[in-house]
């Protein structure tokens, strides 16, 4: 299976620029995807195909990255994004998530 | 707009089976897209279970394939878990969520915690 590494946490000061990384075991082409969950909640999807922004969802967030490296970027952090943010593939059967990037902010 | 319920007993004793549903209303499942199980773990690991596609077909994932199920009720607009032989590790919030061929999941039930104790 395709592991996806993401980094277990970081803290950040509102209205900073985080960027949250996943690396991927073997290549994944652009078929990454990022979503953000909050406690209770089910996960939203915020970028697909690497960097394309889902409708809705604030112009805030960006993505980047092709083949094993892919980055999720907030320019700039508000209080509402503490959440943990996952990464998932689905070039590679079966699809597989990251661990998550808990951020908090200070 | 879509939406996905999911529903299902709390708590299940070791070795017997898993069973959920998933209601979905705003779309018939029988038009496009995939239809699948997603779960995650005490731990907060998400792990993908499976889907059913609108024509009916399945695809599981692996590690589960030998104790998994995916079935539908499409005069119900509703598709279905079960899973065999469960174990504390089963122990999980599941999800349903609808994805598109690119297999990103757009949307997402509320999840139903399952318990797995004796």
Not at chain 1, 37 to 49: E, N
Not at chain 2, 28 to 42: C, D, E, G, L
Request: hydrophobic share 30%.
């Amino acid at each position: 299976d395709t592991v996806l590494t993401q980094s277990p946490a970081l803290a950040v000061s509102p209205g900073e620029r985080v960027t949250i990384s996943c690396r991927a075991s073997e290549s994944v082409s652009t078929l990454m995807h990022w979503y953000q969950q909050k406690p209770g909640q089910q996960p939203k999807l915020l970028i697909y195909l690497a960097s394309n922004l889902e409708s809705g969802v604030p112009a805030r967030f960006s993505g980047s990255g092709s083949g094993t490296d892919f980055t999720l970027t907030i320019d700039p952090v508000e209080a509402d994004d503490t959440a943990t943010y996952y990464c998932q593939q689905s070039w590679n059967d079966p699809w597989t998530f990251g661990g998550g990037t808990k951020l908090e902010l200070k | 707009e879509v939406q996905l319920q999911e529903s299902g007993p709390g708590l299940v004793k070791p070795s017997q089976s898993l069973s959920l549903t998933c209601s979905v209303t705003g779309y018939s499942i029988t038009s496009s897209y995939r239809w699948n199980w997603i779960r995650k773990f005490p731990g907060n690991k998400l792990e993908w279970m499976g889907y059913i596609n609108s024509a009916g077909s399945t695809n599981y994932n692996p590690s589960l394939k030998s104790r998994i199920s995916i079935t539908r009720d499409t005069s119900k607009n509703q598709f279905f878990l079960q899973v065999n032989s469960v174990t504390t590790e089963d122990t999980a919030t599941y999800y349903c969520a609808r994805s598109l061929i690119t297999t990103r999941f757009a949307y997402w039930g509320q999840g139903t915690l399952v318990t797995v104790s004796s």
